[in-house]
């Protein structure tokens, strides 16, 4: 059995595989106040949810893995006690220190934004000195079951500045204060340690159940798709409309939002729209979205021609702070109008896609959908024909099952 466990925006959620990849179980636990998030309130997800996991399936434990959300940093002291409070994925106070960077970070770099790993790294150890750990929210958890603290891996380091190209800390970053704190970096899913005796024997888990590093928590929803071969993509249909697909070149283009992971051997390259289904959610609820959507033909263009943003800016394939929603004209026909969005949602998908391909992705074949958007077959319908390619539902879409999944296949390579 190997245990996946994703620690998201809203709370907690866990999932425990066989080694035919099958789910045995699942759990999950909504965090106190997803907007008000500490340490605290993670380490009590994480015990709760080893607490109810049964005893059967956590004897059997042989891998568990921790995804966490990007950009999510803290400070802790030698104990691993945190010492400063949580940073969010979103916090954006690092400003000043954002500014710092685009002086001294490489031209367009993914660290020069006050939401960055960085940013915040540079903002908390101006504010809390007694510090000897800078550690991510999946870094810390997993220390929290192997013992072993500075330890993160390549993709939650991405944003930090990370070299995932040369496989470590670069020049320019080491110049600055206080890095003795960065953690030692390595790959996602490798193996750390076995998992600490006490929590072992606390939960009923294995001795030998070997403890992994972690990943990101959009990563390891990739993951849960189980692609592993270049030509797929994979969108996912949440509040905004995030693109990824595996490339053999590296591709990173900030100024159209794009970059890449490494992932094994390949390249996970993508971006997120600001656009997507969060903006539906401002006009329809389910039962209209089920409603109306019963009277569109997915088969014909609305004339209708919209960029459906929230707010203005956008991130990708438009890099645009400025851009402003194209929502008017508005038909009487609700139906009507939600053709249009829809249709206007479809078309920055492909854009999206199509901005990859142009910058070096390899040719679609064919798109796995996740998220809440994925269930309405005549948006899936409207998308596979704009697109030009089979669009069809993931089986598996949560975080927790990617991280197993992730569990899983590094076990299988030692």
Known sequence: MFLGIDFGTTGARACAVAADKSIQWENILAYPDANQQSASDWRDALFVLLDAMPKSIASKLRGIAIDGTSSTVLLFDAQLKPV?????????????????????????????????????????TKRYPEARYFLHQADWLTALLSGQAGISDYHNALKDGYDVGSLCWPEWLMTMPHTELLPRVVAPGAIISTIQP????????????????????????????????????????????????????????????????????????????????????????DAQLLSLSTRIDPCIDSHLDYYP??????????????????????????????????????????????????????????????????????????RERILGVPVVMSTYTQAAYGSALMALGNAENT
């Not at 896609?353 to 390899?362: E, R, S, V």
């Open 309 to 382: 943003l929230s707010k203005a800016g956008e991130r990708f394939p438009i890099n645009d702070s400025s851009l402003k929603p194209r929502l008017t004209p508005r038909p009487a026909d609700n139906a009507e109008f939600l053709h249009g969005v829809l249709q206007g949602l479809a078309r920055i998908e492909a854009a999206g896609y199509a901005k990859l391909a142009q910058l070096g992705a390899p040719p679609l074949q064919r798109v796995l959908s996740n998220g809440g958007g994925a269930k309405n077959l005549v948006w899936q319908l409207m």
């Open 84 to 124: 400063s409070p949580a940073l969010l994925y979103n916090d954006s106070r690092a400003q000043i220190e954002a500014l710092r960077l685009r002086d001294c970070a490489p031209a367009n770099s993914l660290v020069a934004t006050a939401t960055s790993g960085l940013a915040k790294f540079l903002w908390l």
């Open 198 to 285: 006490d929590i072992a024997s606390r939960y009923g888990i294995s001795e030998e159940c070997l403890i992994h590093a972690g990943t990101t928590d959009s990563n390891a929803a990739f993951m849960a798709s189980d692609v592993h071969e270049t030509g797929i993509g994979v969108t996912a249909l949440g509040t905004t409309l995030v693109l990824k697909q595996l490339s053999e070149q590296r591709i990173d283009a900030p100024e159209y939002g794009i970059y890449s992971h490494k992932y094994g051997d390949l390249w996970l390259v993508g971006g997120a729209s600001n656009a997507g289904a969060g903006v539906l959610r401002e006009y329809f609820n």
